[in-house]
């Protein structure tokens, strides 16, 4: 089984990050972005290949920048269930209540800022950025979800990370 792993790992058609993702992936605490689906794939796929090529698990944490558990879970399951087990799986969770154009319009209304939009303050809030969803989408988030996509939104704006 080990041998098909290998082949299907080489005959996969996900290539490899590019090279400012390899330096963005170094233990550097600089400046990291959390890792998209097909990323994360990538990199349980290319660990694989090192543990299917006998390479330990101290060596899988050191590359890749894991935990030793992450390793051992990995090795475990491609042991016993195969490479098909570490590939990505549908994403868990409620689907989003925007669509991917409300959520660009979104961006958008932030990156105008909130006097563009009629508020005496230039300043988005949590509060503030789920009361223009409500307003606009008729979709309502509490503040907790509110908060969480304003952090997404403002990385994109400073341009940092």
């Known amino acids: 089984m080990l041998e098909k792993g290998l082949k299907d790992i080489r005959d996969t058609d996900l290539q490899p990050p590019p090279l400012s993702q390899a330096l963005k ?3 550097s605490p600089v400046c990291e972005s959390p890792l998209s689906r097909d990323e994360m794939e990538r990199r349980r ?3 694989a290949e090192d543990l299917l090529h006998g390479l330990s698990h101290s060596h899988v944490v050191a590359k890749f920048g894991v935990s030793r ?8 399951a491609l042991t016993a269930k195969g490479l098909e087990s570490l590939r990505k799986a549908k994403a868990p969770g409620r689907p989003s209540r925007l669509t991917a154009e409300q959520k660009a319009q979104i961006a958008d209304m932030f990156d ?3 006097l563009a939009l009629g508020f005496s303050a230039n300043r988005w809030t949590a509060a503030l950025l789920a009361r223009v969803i409500e307003d606009r989408f008729s979709v309502r988030y509490s503040l907790d979800h509110a908060a969480r996509i304003l952090a997404k939104l403002e990385p994109a704006r400073s341009g940092a990370c």
């Not at 558990?69 to 475990?76: D, M, V």
């Open 25 to 27: 992936s170094s233990n």
């Open 45 to 47: 796929m290319e660990a």
């Open 69 to 76: 558990t992450t390793a051992s879970r990995w090795h475990r």
């Open 112 to 114: 105008q800022g909130a």
